[in-house]
């Protein structure tokens, strides 16, 4: 089985999808993890060499989102923040994923090579969320769910944890991640 790098993941939850299909998978956030299991508290950038068959990555999106242009266009924190993506993207891993909002990335380094909803894999909410990848093929629908959206990220109510909420990969899109790259 593959050695994965879920790199920027505090939650565990992609992770553990990994795991849970037999994959040598670990997390590594400056945070420590919401569960128990394999995670390395520290920069990623530190790992990046360490012979991974794959990386998943979730940078924080603060400074990349479109929502943040307004307070973060012509940002020292948002140059840095393209910058780090640029440092995942040219990680020593043949395979990776890196997700994101919509956002400056499009704009700054490539168009997404794939673009999901929560709804297409189980979840009935909306938001929808960029993929850009390398030796991976983009992620198929899983689970179409039909009906009203929730845009339950979007109007997340204001408190301290407020971005926590916003950031967790969703279950359903985690397996699916594990189930077609694994």
Not at 57 to 80: H, I, K, M, Q, V
Not at 100 to 105: A, D, K, M, Q, T
Request: hydrophobic fraction near 40%.
């Amino acid at each position: 089985m593959a050695s994965v790098l879920v790199a920027c993941e505090f939650s565990g939850i992609v992770r553990d999808a990994f795991r849970a299909r037999g994959h040598d998978a670990f997390s590594c956030d400056v945070l420590e993890s919401e569960r128990p299991g394999p995670h390395i508290r520290g920069d990623v950038r530190d790992l990046l060499d360490a012979g991974w068959d794959m990386m998943i990555a979730f940078p924080p999106c603060t400074y990349l989102c479109r929502s943040g242009d307004r307070w973060y266009a012509r940002s020292t924190e948002r140059n840095d923040a393209i910058r780090f993506v640029r440092e995942l993207m040219a990680a020593p891993v043949e395979r990776w994923a890196i997700e994101n909002p919509r956002g400056v990335l499009s704009r700054e380094i490539r168009p997404p090579d794939c673009r999901i909803q929560p709804w297409e894999y189980g979840h009935p909410e909306s938001k929808e969320t960029h993929l850009w990848l390398q030796g991976l093929p983009p992620l198929m629908v899983a689970a179409h769910v039909g009906g009203t959206y929730k845009a339950r990220v979007h109007r997340a109510a204001p408190a301290p944890d407020r971005w926590k909420e916003r950031s967790r990969t969703l279950p359903g899109i985690a397996e699916a991640m594990a189930a077609q790259w694994g």
